[in-house]
């Protein structure tokens, strides 16, 4: 069971609240629950009611949303100090995606309720948290106006960088960086086709920068991938 502090020190590594002042991080912490997933639960649905965001204490999850002919695409991945439903603290719109679980997860949970009443009672707090959402917002379009530029290689490249250095933060290693995705996810986060996603895995492969086994990647050499992003 997560105490209090130990929910201030998560909630001061997630970029939401990185505008927020110690005493702000109290606050937020003493609506905080601790909650546990097991490995392959759904969190919750697209089109389920918004009402509660989720910061990962440990584990992995993946949003994903089903198109209509049962094509699932993978948009995002979560990992320890990752926010996801963080939309829920403001309205209670439904879900836009599907959050599951990859391994156990253990998260804190902030009840969009709570969340409201708090920021009513404390309105600095708001004010801040939408600077950081408006700081994201920006990130998220300079990121996608830089994707519509690069190449399919480029992108995947970028894609395993990031999954690499989420890994790092969790304590691997500089090299032989073990990552556990699909190519249908790289392909997927990357925005290309599965079939040229997995073309460059393989010019990766021979060149020794990864090797790769069922759902997953070893890293080999994380500094060649930045070869690789133009």
């Not at 492969?205 to 500094?223: M, Y």
Request: glycine share 6%.
């Amino acid at each position: 069971m997560a105490t209090v502090q130990e929910s201030v020190t998560l909630l001061g590594q997630v970029p939401v609240f990185e505008t927020l002042a110690p005493d702000d991080l109290q606050h937020v912490a003493e609506v905080a629950v601790p909650r546990r997933f097991a490995a392959h639960q759904v969190i919750f649905r697209e089109g389920d009611a918004s009402d509660t965001c989720y910061v990962v204490r440990s584990g992995h999850a993946r949003a994903v949303r089903e198109h209509a002919d049962g094509r699932t695409i993978a948009l995002a991945h979560f990992g320890p100090g990752d926010i996801f439903g963080e939309l829920a603290m403001f309205d209670d719109e439904l879900r836009s995606a599907t959050v599951e679980t990859l391994d156990e997860v253990a998260a804190v949970a902030l009840a969009g309720g709570d969340m409201r009443r708090l920021l009513s009672r404390h309105p600095d707090i708001a004010v801040k948290l939408v600077i950081a959402l408006g700081r994201r917002l920006r990130a998220a379009n300079e990121r996608l106006a830089r994707q519509s530029f690069q190449t399919v290689q480029s992108r995947v490249a970028v894609v395993l960088d990031g999954l690499v250095r989420q890994a790092q933060d969790e304590g691997a290693d500089r090299r032989d960086v073990l990552v556990t995705i699909t190519q249908a996810d790289i392909a997927q986060l990357a925005g290309s086709s599965r079939e040229s996603a997995s073309r460059f895995l393989a010019v990766l492969e021979r060149a020794g920068v990864i090797s790769q086994g069922r759902g997953r990647i070893t890293v080999h050499d994380p500094q060649a991938l930045a070869n690789y992003v133009y």
